[in-house]
């Protein structure tokens, strides 16, 4: 983090493409409103509750969502220096993800090849090289073991600049850090993307400056928070005094890049904006909102007058009735000014209080009662859910998949 005479500029040609998109969703927007429509799904579509209680559909998903999927792990920008690290155990596989000298973001299990030991204990930080404690076995920031205490009792069979921490596939792109939590799997991030990682790169992460970070728990299963995020449909009902202040309910505008999605539910008022010209349409202050598929929300807010933020949801599954979101904050261009910091801490305070108090409380709540539905029982997922819907059935084709 950085006082406000390291705050960095938005690129130009960054910027012309995220205001292109603005005006031409504000356009759809408009045509909504005007018409009284949304976007919507062909037809509603029922689920078995028990994609959120059964313990086998839980194991599976596991291990092909959160082990066989690349993860976002965290933003170009929370490490900056080389030597910079931070662990990574949300997925129950405890990994260092470390910037190299050489500049490269590489990650390790973060297990000592020697015994077994933690190499890195601190959450974050910077370091040249990483000791284990246990008998002080040395690595640097690639992996690399580059000291082992009294060598020569080993009779020359410590894999001395040889094989060091054990890797797992990590990749830089668009200003994000992604990692595939499985050490002896292979990560193909473009095919992941897809068409997705331009809208990634329109972003424009560069200059981001992390400002602050919360865990919400609840005692539910991880796809019952997720699906919260995914409709606007409960706002006038379990945000009434909140967000449904704010926010249109009943009109969501979704477009999908695979399995991932832009969406924006915009704000209220829209209607005083049709038949006035382009130039004067308030496209900054739309909210977006991106879903990187599995588990990871990027809300992008509105752009004010001291600057603009956005927030990164993760969310993790414990077990299958356990889960936490991990929600961090960001300046996109840096923070501006003591102004624009007060402004992302307030609007920080909003979050966590509609989060906590209504989303994570509402499903950590319920999520009991589902497994006591008879046999066969379905859920409805109404037209309007449909970014709902459709993180179902990626879900499923997802676990179906043959690779
Ligand atoms: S377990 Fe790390 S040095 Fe022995
Ligand atoms: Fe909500």
């Given at each position: ?50 994609v959120y209680?059964?313990?086998?559909y839980f194991a599976q998903e596991r291990r092909r969502l959160f082990r066989e999927t690349p993860l976002l792990v965290c933003l ?12 990574f155990e949300d997925t129950g596989a405890?990994i260092?993800v ?9 990650a ?60 797992c596939?990590a ?5 994000m850090v992604f990692v595939l939590p499985d050490?002896?799997g292979?990560m193909?991030l473009?095919?992941h993307l897809?068409?997705f990682?331009?809208?990634m ?12 970070e919360q865990k919400f728990q609840s005692?539910s299963n991880w796809k019952f928070a997720m699906d919260t995020y995914l409709e ?24 999908m890049f695979g399995p991932h999605y832009r969406f ?25 909102t991106y879903f990187l598929f599995p588990n990871t929300i990027i809300a ?10 956005f927030t990164t949801h993760r969310l993790f599954p414990t077990a299958v009735g356990e889960m936490y979101a991990n929600v961090r ?26 989060a906590?108090?209504?989303d994570y409380?509402?499903t ?23 970014g709902v819907?459709n993180f179902h059935r990626n879900i499923a084709r997802a676990m179906?998949r043959?690779?």
């Amino acid at each position: 983090m950085s006082d406000t005479a390291t705050a960095k500029p938005e690129t130009a040609e960054g910027a012309r493409s995220m205001r292109a998109l603005r005006v031409d969703l504000f356009r759809k927007v408009l045509d909504h409103a005007g018409a009284g429509t949304t976007d919507l799904a062909p037809d509603v579509m029922q689920i078995d509750p028990a994609v959120y209680f059964d313990p086998d559909y839980f194991a599976q998903e596991r291990r092909r969502l959160f082990r066989e999927t690349p993860l976002l792990v965290c933003l170009s920008c929370d490490l900056v220096e080389p030597g910079s690290f931070r662990l990574f155990e949300d997925t129950g596989a405890p990994i260092v993800v470390t910037r190299g000298v050489d500049g490269k973001v590489r990650a390790f299990l973060n297990v000592c090849v020697h015994r077994g030991g933690r190499v890195v204990r601190e959450a974050c930080g910077t370091a040249r090289r990483f000791t284990c404690r246990y008998h002080g076995w040395t690595y640097d920031t690639a992996g690399k073991t580059v000291g082992i205490p009294s060598e020569s009792y080993f009779c020359g069979k410590a894999p001395a600049g040889g094989e060091g921490l054990v890797a797992c596939p990590a990749e830089e792109r668009h200003g994000m850090v992604f990692v595939l939590p499985d050490p002896g799997g292979t990560m193909d991030l473009d095919r992941h993307l897809g068409a997705f990682g331009a809208e990634m790169e329109r972003l424009n992460f560069a200059g981001a400056e992390p400002v602050m970070e919360q865990k919400f728990q609840s005692s539910s299963n991880w796809k019952f928070a997720m699906d919260t995020y995914l409709e606007s449909y409960h706002l006038p009902t379990l945000h009434r005094d909140t967000f449904a202040n704010v926010f249109e309910s009943n009109l969501f505008l979704l477009d999908m890049f695979g399995p991932h999605y832009r969406f924006t539910f915009p704000h209220k008022g829209l209607h005083k904006w049709i038949g006035r010209p382009e130039a004067e349409w308030p496209v900054d202050a739309m909210p977006i909102t991106y879903f990187l598929f599995p588990n990871t929300i990027i809300a992008v807010g509105s752009v004010s007058a001291n600057g603009s933020s956005f927030t990164t949801h993760r969310l993790f599954p414990t077990a299958v009735g356990e889960m936490y979101a991990n929600v961090r904050m960001y300046a996109l261009s840096g923070v501006k000014s003591a102004e624009h910091r007060a402004e992302m801490e307030a609007n920080f305070e909003r979050i966590k209080g509609a989060a906590q108090d209504e989303d994570y409380a509402v499903t950590g709540e319920s999520w009991g009662g589902l497994s006591e539905l008879p046999p066969g029982r379905k859920f409805l997922l109404g037209r309007h859910e449909v970014g709902v819907q459709n993180f179902h059935r990626n879900i499923a084709r997802a676990m179906a998949r043959e690779d």
